[in-house]
């Protein structure tokens, strides 16, 4: 009704077109000869729109410059002829469309939330290291739909320019003048662009879903699968057409004089709109060799029934997939071992209801969309910060922004970076002279208030220390022994140099009440504590597995023989042989280990609340990322294994009394592969910058996050022989007292002795 309204007012608009521009024209020239009183309404107008204009400039430079290779390569992924070639293109103009939506969102701040939801599923797709083609499709047609927002700073830009040199405003309307329905423009683009977000970030679960999935689910299931993405490709199409109906109703309204730029544009524009049956036309253009033969043989074979009525059959097409299965490739799952499994989960994901899968593949997504999102604030926010600190900075020492760090880079006269050593044992000087200076010999308190409240940050710590803190007891822990912990904290690059930026991102990141040398400490002596408690619990609960094993229902027997035999166990105790063990903190370290405890639970927190929201699935590097946030997966590594297999004791004992869907052990077996298929690349990293020193390789990851990467490098795949498990077994029998393993016993489990299975 609202849109026939509207309609119907543009057709009486359109049909006295003629005399609206004379008279547009000829009230122009008016007022290039009247000049304007200072309070008269036009120049209020005038005055209060300058900065709207200015930045509305910034957009019109943008698409002077990019908006047409935009447009060129929008046209070619969106056409029949579409190749590989031009999705790369594509993938390497996605910043460049974010970096011009973003500046609309400034302009039009009610087009932020979609040009957000825009970014985050792009991101999440760009940083794949494999993107299935067919995804890619619907997200260039995403990005089709979104360039119609340039459209409207075309057509507005231009309304505020006859707004301003207009005198009679009853022939201009602007986004706030309402229409016959009594409804302003921008309300309707506000409720459009409301839409848009949700529809962006549905499009962004249906493709997640439709790349997890196994590749010979996407071939037997393809009509399904690709016609709803196809759907989401004419939604955007919907979405784009609102879009140019409410920019020319108007423009209809009151800007003319614009009409020949937003003719000019979406003329280029009308040539790649596609219909569904052309969107299925690209995909089978995009169909990989192995897809079409897999499709070649199901047709020959009488379809997907009948293939799965044929377990020879059916052992064709897995064989087409062993070699190169980019479902594991992309997302570390593992198909079942054995036939009869596989086939099961080839019935179940080809017979599920897709609306209710989506459905509650949604909340999960929705949960990683706003872990995404926070960590989009705070990379934007520490970037204002970097700039608004280098804009007041004069030398180089006053962009450092806790005054400590600032006054010892001042001392010692270092310019942009500084050696590590030169950088520990300056700091151990310099704290304690300070503290020399802060409290008489003999006067030192003898009890202090410890300041664990919350210690894991929200917002950047304060950048001075409390005067009254007491840390001269943390003096001991930072000097020339602790070097490599320290450094490590500060450079997670591994280059051997401390920067400016590494420093402020150091201090910003301790938490509330704790001082910076309490928190150069913990880094020092504490957090190798933390790791060798954890370490032992993850002996722990590994050691709780394979005791339950063998008490699992019998339908589970071979489910869980599969789970405890994946390679990826072989990595899990390679890391936990790796990691050299801490000497046990002395009576002294009581301080130390009020804060390490406090630290370290707050952390874990907020990592088991984090894996919670993605029900303790971690689907792809990203998926890690987004749970640990920035920083080496060295710091996070113990408690996300600590917190994963801890969950899966949680199964295992569920396991003993019910029988269990094989998608359960195969999601633990893919998460604990994923985990660690980040800790490869980050591997794979170091040894890049490693190789650039003169010392061996193998002999600097001994010392780095205390050895717990030296065994991925150069080390066989398998070594029986060097087994730590039985030792560690033994270990904690002979000295129960050092072993308190009652945390990682599920709550409903303690009276079950689970220790006695082994």
């Known amino acids: 009704m609202v849109f026939r309204h509207l309609a119907e007012h543009l057709h009486r608009l359109q049909d006295s077109g003629t005399s609206s521009d004379r008279s547009f024209e000829d009230n122009r020239s008016v007022v290039s000869r009247t000049p304007m009183r200072s309070n008269s309404l036009v120049h209020k107008a005038a005055k209060g729109l300058q900065v709207a204009i200015s930045s509305a400039d910034t957009i019109n430079t943008f698409c002077n410059e990019n908006l047409g290779y935009i447009q060129a390569i929008s046209a070619q992924i969106l056409s029949i002829n579409v190749t590989s070639q ?307 900075a004069g030398f180089l020492h006053e962009r ?47 009890t202090m208030e410890l300041h664990t409240t919350n210690p894991v940050r929200d917002h950047d710590a304060p950048d001075w220390d409390l005067d009254d803190e007491d840390d001269c007891w943390t003096h001991s822990y930072i000097n020339i022994t602790h070097v490599q912990p320290i450094l490590e904290a500060i450079d997670d690059d591994a280059t051997g140099f401390i920067t400016i930026k590494e420093v402020n991102e150091f201090t910003s990141a301790r938490p509330p009440g704790w001082t910076l040398p309490i928190w150069i400490a913990f880094w020092a002596v504490g957090w190798h504590t933390s790791i060798d408690r954890y370490k032992a619990r993850v002996y722990g609960l590994l050691e709780q597995i394979i005791g ?50 406090a630290y370290t639970a707050e952390e874990e927190k907020k990592l088991e609340h984090k894996l919670k929201s993605i029900a303790f699935e971690l689907d792809g590097p990203a998926t890690v990322s987004l749970v640990t946030g920035p920083g080496r997966i060295e710091r996070f590594l113990f408690p996300l294994i600590y917190l994963i297999l801890k969950q899966h004791v949680q199964v295992m004992y569920h396991a003993r009394t019910h029988e269990l869907d094989s998608r359960e052990f195969l999601d633990m077996k893919g998460t604990l592969a994923v985990l660690f298929s980040v800790v490869h690349e980050r591997v794979e990293s170091l040894i890049v910058i490693l190789r650039q020193s003169p010392a061996n390789v193998k002999e600097q990851l001994d010392f780095i996050a205390f050895g717990m990467l030296s065994l991925f490098y150069n080390h066989p795949s398998r070594d029986p022989r060097s087994n730590s498990m039985l030792t560690w077994i033994s270990h904690r029998r002979a000295n129960p007292e050092y072993f308190d393993l009652s945390a990682v016993v599920p709550a409903e489990a303690q009276n079950m002795a689970p220790w006695d299975h082994v």
């Open 86 to 392: 031009d999705l790369e293109a594509f993938i390497k103009v996605v910043h460049v469309l974010v970096e011009g939506l973003e500046r609309v969102a400034v302009v039009f701040p009610f087009t932020g939330a979609a040009v957000v939801a825009f970014k985050l599923v792009m991101e999440s797709h760009i940083k794949r290291k494999e993107n299935n083609e067919k995804v890619l499709v619907i997200k260039a047609k995403m990005g089709h739909m979104m360039t119609a927002l340039f459209q409207q700073v075309i057509v507005i830009v231009d309304s505020t320019y006859a707004l301003t040199v207009c005198s009679r405003m009853k022939d201009i309307q602007n986004p706030k003048v309402k229409d016959l329905e009594g409804v302003s423009l921008e309300t309707r683009l506000s409720k459009l662009m409301e839409r848009v977000e949700l529809d962006i970030k549905t499009t962004g679960a249906v493709c997640e879903h439709y790349t997890k999935k196994h590749a010979i689910v996407r071939t037997m299931k393809a009509r399904v699968y690709e016609d709803r993405l196809a759907s989401h490709a004419q939604l955007f199409n919907e979405h784009r057409e609102e879009f140019q109906f409410l920019l020319s109703l108007y423009t209809a309204l009151g800007v003319q004089s614009a009409n020949h730029k937003l003719d000019a544009v979406t003329d280029q524009l009308k040539t790649i709109e596609t219909k569904l049956d052309d969107v299925h036309a690209i995909f089978r253009r995009l169909d990989s060799p192995r897809e079409r033969e897999l499709r070649a043989i199901m047709n020959e074979r009488g379809g997907p029934e009948a293939i799965l009525e044929d377990d020879n059959l059916l052992g064709e097409f897995i064989e087409k997939l062993e070699d190169n299965d980019d479902s594991i490739s992309v997302n570390g799952k593992r198909r079942p071992a054995n036939l009869v499994d596989f086939k099961a989960e080839l019935l179940r994901d080809l017979g599920e209801d897709l609306d209710v899968t989506l459905r509650k593949h949604l909340d999960v997504f929705d949960c990683k969309f706003e872990m995404r999102h926070q960590q989009l604030l705070e990379a934007q926010r520490q970037q204002e910060g970097v700039i608004l600190n280098e804009l007041r």
């Open 400 to 446: 450092i922004k806790h005054e400590d760090m600032r006054a010892i880079w001042k001392e010692m006269g270092w310019k942009g970076s500084v050696k590590a050593r030169h950088f520990v044992l300056a700091l151990r000087d310099y704290f304690v002279e300070k503290s020399a200076r802060k409290v008489p010999a003999g006067d030192e308190p003898d």
């Open 548 to 597: 339950l094993a063998s008490d699992v229902h019998i339908k589970n027997r071979a489910r869980v023989d599969e789970y405890l035999t994946d390679s990826v166990f072989i990595d899990l105790e390679k890391l936990l042989r790796a990691t050299k063990s801490q000497n046990r903190m002395s009576p002294g370290d009581l301080k130390l280990a009020q804060y390490v405890d």
